[in-house]
């Protein structure tokens, strides 16, 4: 039941991400540069330092070492400083990104919903948006800022030390192109598809966690816990291979820096040595080539994260940039959009095919159906006959993959879909509650109405009684477990009464309503009155008798369509 | 922030070799560390001051370079064993959470949503494994090799032996100190993800509908809305967190900075060797790296213990003791006397008297709200009774509570079919068989599938039983959906069936076929089935009416009782 989901690669994924990091590169920018003195700072630090002690030991008049004093101060103050801005400003800077990035993915969303959904499970839906864009959120921070930063300090560690004895410049470069580099970068591209597999997998477990606790107690009424707690097992364990690899990388990472830097200290020791003998360099500034390799500690662990962190996070972008690149089931919007010729529409379906993403057949096959106003159309079928994709059709969530649909003659591909969506009142199976109050669930039907009118509706589908022991500001938590079944459908009916739009689509609004109340709910919405158009959605045979038109479909198709006789 | 949850060594099993593992290795570090500087010291004095050359350090050099590569080994070792250990702990804790959830049961609500505890077990794990094996370690670190460090220094130089300890304490009081403000403030900030993340769940469920009435485009404003909240809250959180940091970082190298100075001024004057001062230099800031290091991971730290404190609670949530005995009859008569059933905070019907015999077919019916389903959960053994008793015939013709009954035993005996259609991520055939071992009879399955009006369809389906249903069973109708569980608790050999509202979403002649399904491969055992249409009332020996509530401060007879058969 799933379609192919398009891919994407790094550079798609890297261009999306500067679209949306484009407007911020000043704020990037100087954090770089902030980082990369701050670490400067530190490496002058301990370089001058070394130089300071060493110049002190030969006992020269001590003004002459003063400014260097002075100097080590400085680097002291400034280095915290400059990092308590740049931090400052990166994470500013990253959480915008985030913000931008989490809307984007929400916007791309609701375009694709419903049809486009099934694709992913709702709990993988929610790692990709919560895990994965805190992941980007890490590539800024991370890994962009600190490789750059790492960039500028290395070639101005190395520029320095060539001043004093260019063979042991050469040296520490080689030091640390191997492990800033060389093993960071071989890592880096070995572990890309162990973290792609990881990240999958991690999203994979989200989803079974979602899934196992969202049906829990029935998990545990079925007595599968176990076989549920096997399947996370094998999960883990198929996670604990790349956690291993993963570990291992960082590790092998971590000690090739610590043994690089070493390095780095004897060979300034053999070359410098030597080069002290000879004169070449003054015995000082010994001191100052063996110990900067040590300073540079940091920003080579520094790096090391940066590399760990870099294919994870750059796999995490790909599947963001995934969503965002789902196509709309729904089709193109239209270039250049016609308002709705009125708002009591007739609205034709004539041969309409349709099909959801990724299903082989189409799900329903042919149907001609008329829609005006004041109409009263009931539609009867097995389950599964596609009574409710039909409805899909109507919304718009679906485009029909053959036949025509217009609306007063126009086609409704060149019709503006927000108008569109407006002509329809919907009350969906299962009735969809969010979890806010009821009466947040209703006044999103229209906003701005006022409490008498939410009463009023609320009365009439029969919850008078059930709101006056509640109130309008009583929770309705997840799934709506704090209301029964039947109340859920009935807010969601009163949902769609609220919007009084011209056109209301009822799918089984009354499956879970006590039969008296559902014989005179349906009977009130039946009588729509002379604007509205209704669409009944029923297994009840005993409604037939309400519509003007009855619609029996089975495996997709309209088997039997029946006009009342006429009716006054 | 406190540094540690201890709760954590009593309920992970692997934290306590973690530990261990980490102490022995910061040990060996700090040590390397303190020889590494003094080789260092050594040859760079007698170099800079004695005037030798190459030869004479070369033994030296080569002993340098063995620390070297022993530091190089040590770091490796540590960051590989920690994250693989701290990966093990995450795997033991996911498992525990899961259990208890089911331990729980439905009773847990609300408080405890569904995307709040996965994302606990996902990103909160996720968060808390990081806390193990980067966080924990460092906090060895940052007490062994500072100490040694010390050590060191007042054995060799007073003066920066001083300067070091009196400023060395100022890091954990500052971080103490601004880390009991930012604890707060990173509550403030998981609540606010967690807002964000049952939000976004929720937008993502309900965008159908939200898009039916043109408010997605609204709602994903409010997304965009709560995400800048949440920039607003996580940059007031790390304006202080980083001002903790930068107290930190200019108090080591101010430190390092006075150090060196104060070690310069005495060489000047000849009060100190050149050898010393250049291992106090190194070792300097050494002392202060580890503080360091811990205060750059401090809030990747805190949310991993704020993680590990909710993982902790929730795990420690008291669960219901569950049952033991396994003395039940085959064919369990099972008895409720001043029955209130309901959540431990709100009470929803009761009490009433009820009896069900073994091989009756008990229809309920009530007003919609009045508790029906919540009356089953309670004869499932799921939600535990408020008051009154809900008893059960054990083999010696005596009875015992239901909450007394072995869990997986009460399973065996009782089924429960919900409203929500439960199905799985898997094939037709895997649903059915959900919860099963031992040998599978096809042909018990199929007749239940028949007896669902489940049959037909399911052969035409691409492949057959075969076929994979998504997550929920979406691509299958409500119908659909609902007669597959209906199948499944019918193939299930059971001796109690709870139905609740098994036929909701079925057309009317379907719903008389599985009704009548029902009844024949039911024929013998126990079914309880709650309804809100007229056609199964014809099915039912007995009816339990419940009509539009029973208010539970008064006792109301219900009528009905066990008859005789």
């Known amino acids: ?568 | 922030m406190r540094p540690f949850e201890p709760r954590l060594v009593r309920l992970a099993a692997g934290i306590r070799g973690l530990l261990a593992v980490s102490l022995l290795l910061g040990v060996a570090i700090a040590l390397a560390t303190i020889v590494q500087a003094v080789l260092l010291a050594k040859i760079l004095a007698e170099v800079i001051i004695g005037g030798v050359d190459l030869a004479q350090v070369t033994g030296r050099i080569g002993w340098l370079l063995v620390v070297v590569l022993l530091r190089a080994g040590l770091s490796a070792a540590s960051d590989n064993l920690t994250a693989r250990s701290a990966a093990r702990i995450g795997v033991d804790l996911r498992a525990r959470m899961v259990r208890q959830a089911a331990d729980l049961g439905p009773a847990r609500r609300g408080d405890q949503a569904t995307a709040e505890l996965s994302t606990l077990a996902g990103t909160g794990m996720d968060a808390l494994e990081a806390y193990l094996s980067g966080y924990l370690p460092q906090l060895f670190l940052s007490v062994l090799v500072p100490f040694s460090v010390l050590w060191f220094l007042f054995a060799s130089d007073l003066t920066s032996g001083l300067i070091v300890l009196g400023t060395l304490p100022l890091i954990p009081l500052f971080m103490a100190l601004i880390g009991w403000y930012t604890q707060r403030q990173t509550r403030a900030k998981w609540r606010t993800l967690t807002v964000l993340s049952n939000h976004f769940a929720d937008v993502v469920a309900g965008l159908p509908t939200l898009k039916a009435f043109g408010r997605a485009k609204f709602q994903a404003g409010e997304v965009r809305r709560v995400t800048g909240a949440y920039r607003t809250t996580t940059m007031a959180t790390l304006r202080v967190a980083f001002l903790s940091s930068l107290v930190l970082e200019l108090l080591a190298t101010l430190s390092v900075a006075l150090v060196a100075v104060a070690v310069g001024l005495r060489l000047v004057s000849g009060n100190l060797t050149l050898e010393v001062g250049l291992a106090v230099l190194i070792l300097a800031p050494e002392a202060y790296l580890p503080l360091r290091t811990l205060g750059a991971r401090f809030h990747s730290a805190a949310d991993g213990v704020e993680s590990a404190r909710r993982i902790v609670e929730f795990l420690d949530t008291p669960v219901p003791r569950a049952g033991t005995r396994t003395d039940v009859a085959t064919e369990p008569r099972i008895l409720a006397t001043d029955l209130v059933v309901g959540y431990p905070d709100a009470p929803v019907l009761g009490p009433l008297d009820l009896t069900l015999e073994p091989g009756r077919f008990l229809v309920v019916t009530g007003a919609s709200g009045v508790g029906k389903s919540t009356l089953l959960l309670t004869l499932a053994g799921l939600l535990p009774p408020l008051s009154g008793a809900l008893t059960v015939a054990t083999v010696d013709g005596g009875r015992t509570a239901l909450s007394e009954v072995d869990p997986a035993l009460r399973r065996r005996r009782i089924s429960l079919v919900g409203q929500r259609p439960f199905l799985v991520a898997g094939s037709v055939r895997e649903n059915l068989l959900l919860g099963q071992d031992g040998p599978v009879d096809e042909a018990l399955l199929w007749r239940a599938l028949a007896a669902a009006d489940a049959a037909e369809w399911v052969r035409l389906l691409p492949q057959g039983w075969d076929t994979i249903l998504a997550d929920g069973g979406s691509g299958l109708s409500a119908g659909q959906r609902q007669r597959l569980v209906v199948a499944r608790a019918l193939a299930a050999p059971t001796q109690v069936l709870l139905l609740d509202e098994p036929t909701s979403h079925l057309d009317t002649e379907s719903e008389l076929r599985v009704l009548a399904g029902i009844r024949e491969v039911s024929a013998g055992r126990t079914v309880v089935l709650v309804t809100h249409r007229r056609a199964p009332l014809d099915l039912a020996d007995e009816l339990l009416d419940l009509g539009s509530g029973t208010p539970v401060d008064t006792a109301v007879s219900t009528g009905l009782s066990g008859g005789t058969r």
Not at chain 1, 133 to 143: F, G, P, S, T, Y
Request: glycine share 10%; charged share 20%; hydrophobic share 50%.
């Open chain 1, 1 to 568: 039941m799933t379609t192919a989901v398009p891919q994407v690669t790094n550079r798609q994924a890297l261009r999306e991400l500067l679209s949306i990091v484009r407007p911020i590169r000043g704020r990037l920018l100087a954090a770089a540069v902030l980082g990369a003195l701050a670490t400067a700072c530190g490496v002058g630090l301990l370089a001058l330092s070394a130089w300071l002690i060493a110049r002190a030991a030969q006992q020269p008049p001590v003004l002459t070492l003063m400014v260097a004093v002075v100097g080590v101060r400085t680097f002291g103050i400034s280095r915290g400083l400059l990092r308590y801005l740049e931090r400052l400003i990166s994470h500013d800077a990253a959480l915008r990104v985030l913000a931008e990035l989490r809307s984007r993915m929400v916007d791309r969303l609701a375009a694709i919903a419903p049809a486009g959904l099934p694709v992913w499970r709702r709990g993988e839906l929610l790692a990709r948006t919560v895990g994965d864009v805190d992941e980007v959120q890490d590539l800024l921070l991370r890994v962009i800022l600190p490789l750059s930063g790492a960039a500028l300090v290395a070639t101005g560690s190395v520029a320095g030390l060539a001043i004093i004895q260019p063979a042991a410049a050469l040296a520490l470069a080689l030091c640390l192109v191997v492990c800033c580099l060389l093993v960071p970068g071989l890592q880096a591209r070995r572990m890309a598809a162990a973290e792609e597999e990881d990240l999958t997998l991690r999203a994979e477990r989200t989803a079974e966690l979602f899934q196992t606790f969202d049906g829990i107690s029935d998990w545990a009424a079925l007595g599968a816990l176990d076989d549920r707690l096997d399947r996370l097992r094998a999960l883990e364990v198929r996670t604990s291979r790349s956690t291993r690899l993963r570990a291992r990388s960082v590790a092998l990472v971590s000690g090739t820096g610590v043994l690089a830097l070493g390095f780095g200290v004897l060979l300034a020791l053999l070359l410098g040595i030597p080069g002290v003998t000879s004169g070449e360099i003054g015995p000082v500034w010994l001191a100052v080539l063996a110990l900067t390799p040590l300073a540079l500690a940091e920003m080579v662990t520094g790096v090391g994260a940066a590399a760990a962190a870099l294919p994870r996070s750059l796999a995490a972008a790909r599947r963001v940039v995934t969503v965002l690149h789902t196509p709309d089931p729904a089709g193109p919007e239209p270039v250049d959009p016609e308002p709705l010729p009125s708002r009591a529409p007739v609205i034709r379906l004539s041969g309409v095919s349709a099909r959801w993403p990724g299903a082989a057949a189409d799900t329903i096959t042919g149907v001609d159906l008329e829609l005006r106003p004041g109409k009263r159309i009931v539609l009867l079928g097995e389950s599964g006959s596609g009574k409710s994709t039909l409805l899909a059709v109507l919304l718009g969530f679906l485009r029909p993959t053959a036949g025509s649909m217009t609306v007063d003659g126009v086609p409704v591909e060149r019709i503006d879909r927000q108008e569109w969506t407006s002509l329809f009142g919907w009350t969906g199976d299962p009735a969809q509650i969010l979890a806010t109050t009821v009466g947040e669930n209703l006044r999103f039907a229209r906003p701005g109405c006022t409490d008498a009118e939410l009463t009023a509706v609320l009365d009439r589908v029969g919850l008078g009684a059930w709101l006056a022991e509640r109130g309008l500001d009583c929770p309705l938590g997840e799934h709506g477990v704090a209301v029964s079944g039947g109340e859920q459908q009935r807010i969601a009916l009163a949902r769609a009464l609220l919007a009084d739009r011209p056109v209301l689509l009822a799918d089984e609004p009354v499956a879970h309503v006590d039969p008296v109340i559902a014989d005179r709910l349906v009977t009130d919405l039946m009588a729509g009155g002379a604007e509205r158009c209704t669409v009944l959605v029923t297994h009840r045979r005993q409604d037939a008798g309400l519509g003007d038109e009855v619609l029996e479909m089975s495996a997709g198709r309209v088997v039997r369509q029946t006009v009342a006789e006429v009716r006054v």
